[in-house]
């Protein structure tokens, strides 16, 4: 097999990329251009029909659901390097096991840490 | 010997000024003197551990490297001491000298309120002198050098109430400042020629120059204008009489015994530089001559017992340096050391004839106190027999050296330094016989006032004038059948020069006779002067005219110390000023053009610049952006 | 390598130490931390280099005095916080272990032997002093500032790690030794071009870590808007840390393309140099004023990399330290004395809050002169020395024309460095008392200190390293 690739042989890829794009393009510049366009003040309203909407859209949300949600990411990537600890469990013998308990306890501190400090009482 | 011992020798005095600098509001007197005594006799007891060592080790000198100082590109400037039989003995004067003025310190300036500033100035002094002597290389010597201006300026203004004291500071300090400008570029001819400051490369290297090479010459000249102003001679020698505005032990310590003798040091020190350079060292001998013959002329008429003693100072380093320009290094070392005994010990006896006197210091006023202070009187006449030259006292032994070598070298001189010794035998006893003989002349108050000094001040009259009398025994010359331990010691410093300049080491080709007949010629000289002042001071009995009195010409040029004072302020200070006023006339317009126009380019740009700060993030990742692209389209397109 | 195991460590002991009912142990903690932190930092003195983390890391005599310099500036820092007590609303032991957390990152970036270490370095200071610089959180210009240092931190960050991939591709490797082998023996081609490209990208994000223009702009708004003891820790540990990666970068792996990349870093620094001190003429502030300080003294050390030749290692630690004792007396100063002169409730951060300050405070005048001397690059002072090194530094390689730019630009430097000491000693100001802690008192006197004992004997210092 010829594993040996020169620039034009990606020419293909490249013209399927243009045609994707002009193809997504076009259809949007085509619509526009042919669909009827009508404005009015009831219909540019968040509502058509229904009851009248009253005050802001963007009600602000309180900053816990942020918080516990960054935290819910943070934890949750952390604990995927126990995958590859998993895998390769055997391999990396008693070395690997006591850099997990290690690491495991940073994670921990953190987590007593974040407990202590209140995050995640949703009441106060 | 132990380079931590060593380090302590300038440290004590520095510790001293701190303690005492920083806390003199708060510590007692009592204890202020103490420590700042204490600081300096505990360096003395180390320089003399440290001179037993160096004998008993063979004299072999010796660089104790501190720490490295400055580096820059291939010139290295470390901080190292050196010590070697130069050193030693300057550092026996200051700190030995320096101890007994401290002492005499505590009971003289016991009432004044500035006790603990003195103190600490003092103390100041020492340490920056102690750098001056031991540095290795001539920048250290340089900071000492400015350290001791500093703090002669100081301690000359000490009571700074006084406007004229404070001018007579200021003049001090800007004469010294012309010397130094000498002196720095000295220093940066020998950077240039040797690329080093270190006195042991800066020699070795020297010792490959011929003979009268231009830029040794040159090198000797500006340091020797260092020398002028430091050690006041001719045409920088005003600011010493003024100087005397200062505490008398000030004027004892600093511009009698070690800061003034900073010059001859310097010589000494670079001995190979000007054993390389005769035709310097004439103009050496030729100004201190002058200064000798010139000083001494002026303080025949002084009338203000301190003026007197610093016009003798000023006279008495102009033979320091007459001998050095005969090549006589070790005389005139000899001389700087019987001179630090016999001229504190005449300042210090002033300053107790000052103490007794409350504060008066004009010899018209003074008479007869050799009863009411008998040892001041008899130590104060010791130094005036050694100063006068009369044997066996130290003053002989070292002048006659000098003026023996000066015979040898040139004639003429001699006669200068023959008539200069006659005047000086004649102007300090007339000090000493209107002082201390006839009449009281002062007033009653001051009558019932007089008593001998306290124990602290005399114990220190009485060393020095033990020193004053047998000192000069360290160097008895050949011809009496003693041994000149002091030469001896010292030879060892000229071995580089001996090897470049041969010709002037040449063992002396006078003879015993010879030598007879010059030392007959000066003590005749110095008794006939001292009876001259004796039959017109004491048997006359006449009191030099007060100031309001009719002077003949000669009498009122010589009173009024001919005029160079005023000299000076016409052709220089008002020439300066005139000169500075064109200037500044003319050169302000063009460079408040230059001024202006940077000032208002800077402005100008400084408000575009202010105008891209405009505080949107937006503008400002736009701006980082454009210059991210010019730099990719530089590099990478271009 | 001690330090960064230590303060990783110590920086969770100080998060939890703030459970602690009394926060006075805070600062005796910290401080103790740090101590402990700097012994073990010279432990490895004189060990020769050595190898960590699976040669990620190195540790030399260079890192060794780099750290120290960076260990003893947070000392100071952390002692003349004073623990935050005179402050309700702080939380001073997330504030300590936030910066125990960014002395590591700043480590990692002195010692870094390896992109990825690099990196990891550069973002955990980075990230910490984001969050340090809206720590006034009831201020606008804090909260302001930190925005706009996190938005532009983060596209410089962007920069910087494209820079990386670009030379990974282009060499294979992320070790230093191995992209200079590489760097030294290419042949001009594509592969050149991604390294080059990748060298200018990484750089750029370098730069803008230490604040060169035009990557400049947030330095001013940033230093201003964050409390003033943040500020001091950003210009003084991020910008030794930031020289002291980007000195290693370049001399560790480009010395073989020094042609290419000198002219960019000699442009960039005689740019820095305009804008940092044209543009501190027309401060009022002098917090302002010192940011744009901060500014040019960036420039004065890129010409130390300009030139990279013998004497540029020395030169830089050198200035790092000078510039660095100076800029804390600097804002200890300005902390003391716009606390006592208030505008409206808020710190009075201008020139006018120093009037009669010698009359005040001698003490504080003293200090304050003799840090604006070395920062003007005086004689008798460190800063001069500093100034000087780097000079030679750029005379050594030949490069005389910038040199010339710089000596002009200090003169330019006095005018706005002198206009505080005007104002300190000629000026007149009420006669308030400021009060000064005495523990604060030794530090300020420490660091005057030692920027006369190097200005000097400068000596001293080189002979150590």
Redesign the interface.
């Known amino acids: 097999m010829n594993n040996t690739y020169l620039p034009s042989d990606y020419l293909p890829i490249l013209v399927q990329f243009f045609l994707a794009a002009a193809f997504i393009g076009g259809t949007m510049i085509v619509t526009h251009m042919i669909g009827p366009s009508r404005k009015s003040k009831l219909k540019d309203d968040p509502f058509e029909c229904g009851i009248e909407s009253v005050g802001d859209a963007r009600t602000p949300i309180s900053v816990k659901y942020f918080l516990v949600a960054i935290l819910f990411v943070l934890f949750d990537v952390e604990v995927i390097f126990m995958y590859p600890w998993a895998v390769n469990f055997k391999e990396l013998g008693m070395f690997g096991f006591l850099e997990m308990l290690l690491f495991m306890a940073l994670l921990l501190s953190g987590f007593y840490y974040v407990i202590r400090k209140g995050v995640l009482n949703w009441e106060e | 010997m132990s380079a931590s011992l060593l380090i302590l020798i300038p440290l004590l005095p520095l510790i001293g000024f701190l303690i005492n600098g920083i806390g003199f509001k708060t510590i007692p007197k009592g204890a202020v003197g103490i420590i700042g005594t204490l600081a300096v006799v505990a360096s003395f007891v180390i320089s003399v551990m440290t001179f037993n060592d160096f004998v008993a080790s063979g004299s072999q000198p010796l660089v104790v490297p501190l720490?490295?100082?400055?580096?820059?590109?291939d010139l290295r400037?470390?901080?190292s001491f050196q010590i070697d039989q130069l050193s030693l003995l300057m550092l026996m004067i200051i700190t030995g000298v320096g101890s007994l003025i401290h002492i005499y310190s505590i009971g003289y300036m016991h009432h004044d309120e500035g006790f603990g500033k003195f103190f600490a100035y003092l103390n100041l002094f020492l340490f920056f002198m102690l750098l001056l002597v031991l540095g290795s290389n001539y920048v250290i010597m340089f900071i000492g050098w400015e350290g001791v201006g500093l703090c002669s300026y100081l301690l000359i203004g000490f009571w700074n109430k006084n406007t004229n004291y404070n001018n007579t500071a200021r003049k001090a300090f800007i004469m010294n400042r012309v010397g130094d400008l000498g002196f720095l570029l000295g220093i940066f001819t020998i950077i240039a020629t040797f690329g080093s400051v270190e006195y042991t490369e800066v020699f070795a290297q020297a010792s490959s120059f011929s003979l009268e090479d231009p830029v040794i010459v040159t090198i000797c000249l500006f340091l020797f204008i260092g020398a002028m102003g430091k050690s006041a001679q001719i045409p920088l020698y005003t600011w010493l009489p003024d100087a005397m505005a200062g505490p008398t032990p000030v004027s004892a310590l600093i511009h009698a015994a070690t800061m003034v003798t900073a010059g001859i040091y310097m010589v000494i020190r670079s001995n190979v530089l000007y054993s390389l350079a005769p035709s310097a060292l004439e103009i050496v001998g030729i100004i201190g001559g002058l200064t000798a013959i010139f000083a001494a002329s002026i303080g025949l008429l002084q009338n203000d017992i301190k003026k007197v003693l610093a016009y003798s100072t000023v006279s008495q380093l102009g033979y320091m340096f007459m001998g050095l320009g005969a090549m006589a290094y070790s005389a005139s070392m000899f001389h700087v050391i019987t001179h630090a005994f016999f001229k504190a010990l005449l300042f210090l006896g002033a300053g107790s004839v000052i103490h007794a006197m409350s504060d008066e210091q004009d010899i018209r006023n003074m008479g007869g106190l050799r009863k009411k202070l008998p040892i001041t009187f008899i130590t104060f006449l010791i130094a005036t027999i050694a100063i006068a030259g009369i044997p066996p006292f130290a003053g002989f032994f070292s002048k006659d050296e000098i003026l023996a070598h000066v015979f040898e070298h040139n004639k003429l001189l001699w006669v200068i330094g023959v008539i200069g010794s006659l005047m000086t035998s004649f102007y300090m006893f007339r000090l000493l016989f209107l002082t201390f003989f006839g009449n009281f002349r002062g007033t009653h108050e001051q009558e019932h006032h007089l008593h001998e000094s306290p124990a602290s001040m005399t114990i220190p009259l009485v060393i020095l004038a033990v020193l004053s009398a047998v000192g000069g025994f360290i160097g008895v010359p050949e011809a009496l059948h003693g041994s000149h331990h002091l030469a001896e010691f010292m030879s060892p410093l000229y071995d580089a020069a001996r090897q470049a300049n041969p010709a002037g080491f040449e063992p002396t080709t006078l003879s015993h006779s010879e030598e007879y007949l010059l030392m007959g010629v000066s003590v005749a000289v110095a008794l006939i002067s001292a009876v001259v002042a004796y039959v017109m001071y004491v048997q006359k009995a006449s009191v030099p005219a007060p100031d309001s009195a009719e002077k003949s010409g000669l009498q009122r040029l010589v009173y009024n110390k001919y005029y160079v004072d005023e000299l000076y302020d016409n052709v220089f200070v008002k020439s300066t000023k005139t000169l500075s006023n064109i200037l500044y006339s003319f050169g302000e317009f063009f460079i408040d053009l230059f001024v202006n126009a940077a000032v208002r380019l800077?402005?100008f740009?400084?408000?575009m610049?202010?105008k891209?700060?405009t505080?949107s993030?937006g503008?400002?990742?736009f701006?980082?952006v454009?210059?991210?692209v010019a730099?990719?389209f530089?590099?990478?397109l271009l | 390598m001690y330090p960064i195991v230590l303060l990783s460590f110590f920086g969770i002991v100080t998060l939890f130490l703030g459970f602690s009912k009394s926060k006075n142990i805070l600062l005796p903690a910290t401080l103790l931390f740090l101590i402990i932190a700097l012994a073990g930092n010279f432990l490895e003195w004189n060990k020769g280099p050595l190898l960590y983390f699976y040669d990620m890391l190195r540790v030399d005599n260079v890192t060794l005095a780099f750290n120290g310099i960076i260990l003893l500036s947070a000392f100071m820092i952390f002692a003349i916080s004073g623990g935050f007590q005179d402050n309700p609303d702080s939380e001073p032991a997330e504030y300590f272990g936030l910066m125990l957390f960014s002395l590591v990152g700043a480590l990692m970036m002195v010692g870094f032997q390896h992109l990825i270490m690099l990196f990891i370095g550069v973002e955990i200071l980075s990230v910490a002093m984001y969050v340090l610089t809206g720590s006034n959180k009831r201020n606008l210009r804090s909260n302001e500032a930190a925005?706009?240092y996190f938005?532009?931190g983060a596209?410089?960050t962007g920069?910087m790690l494209f820079g990386i991939t670009l030379l990974y591709g282009a060499t294979g490797s992320f070790k230093l030794e191995q992209i200079q082998g590489f760097a030294s023996n290419m042949q001009v081609g594509s592969e050149s071009?991604i390294l080059?490209?990748g060298l200018?990208?990484l750089l750029?994000g370098m730069l803008?870590k230490v604040s060169a223009?035009?990557?400049h702009?947030?330095t001013?708004?940033v230093y201003e808007g964050a409390p003033t003891i943040f500020t001091t820790f950003m210009s003084t540990v991020v910008k030794t840390a930031g020289f002291a990666a980007l000195f290693r970068l370049l001399s560790g792996s480009f010395t073989g393309v020094y042609g290419?990349w000198w002219i960019?870093i000699a442009a960039i620094a005689v740019l820095t140099l305009?804008?940092g001190n044209?543009?501190a003429?027309?401060q009022n502030s002098f917090k302002r004023m010192l940011a744009y300080s901060g500014i040019s003294h960036a420039g004065y050390l890129l010409i130390a990399l300009t030139a990279l030749s013998k004497p540029s290692q020395n030169a830089i630690i050198f200035y790092s330290l000078a510039y660095s004792l100076s800029t804390i007396c600097a804002f200890g100063v300005l902390m003391l004395v716009s606390k006592e002169k208030t505008i409206g409730g808020q710190p009075n951060e201008y020139y006018d809050a120093f009037n009669g300050l010698a009359k005040q405070n001698p003490l504080l005048a003293f200090v304050l002169t003799v840090s604006m001397l070395s920062l003007a690059g005086i004689p008798l002072t460190a800063g001069f020395w500093g100034k000087?090194f780097i000079f030679?530094s750029a005379a050594e390689r030949g490069i005389i024309w910038i040199t010339v730019i710089a000596v002009l630009m200090s003169t330019?430097g006095i005018y706005y460095y002198f206009r505080v000491i005007i104002s300190s000693y000629l000026k007149e100001g009420d006669l308030v008392k400021i009060r000064v802690a005495p523990f604060y008192k030794v530090i300020l006197v420490l660091a005057t200190f030692l920027t006369i004992l190097f200005g000097l004997?400068?000596?001293?210092f080189?002979?150590l390293i």
């Open positions: 720490f490295e100082w400055i580096t820059v590109g400037i470390p901080f800077t402005s740009s400084a408000k610049l202010r891209t700060q505080g993030t503008d400002y990742v701006a980082m454009l210059g991210i730099i990719l530089w590099k990478l | 925005l706009k938005l532009m596209f410089a920069f071009y080059y490209a200018l990208l750029i803008f223009a035009p990557f702009f947030w001013p708004d290419f960019v305009l804008v044209i543009g003429t027309s000087f030679t330019v004997a400068p000596g001293i080189e002979g």
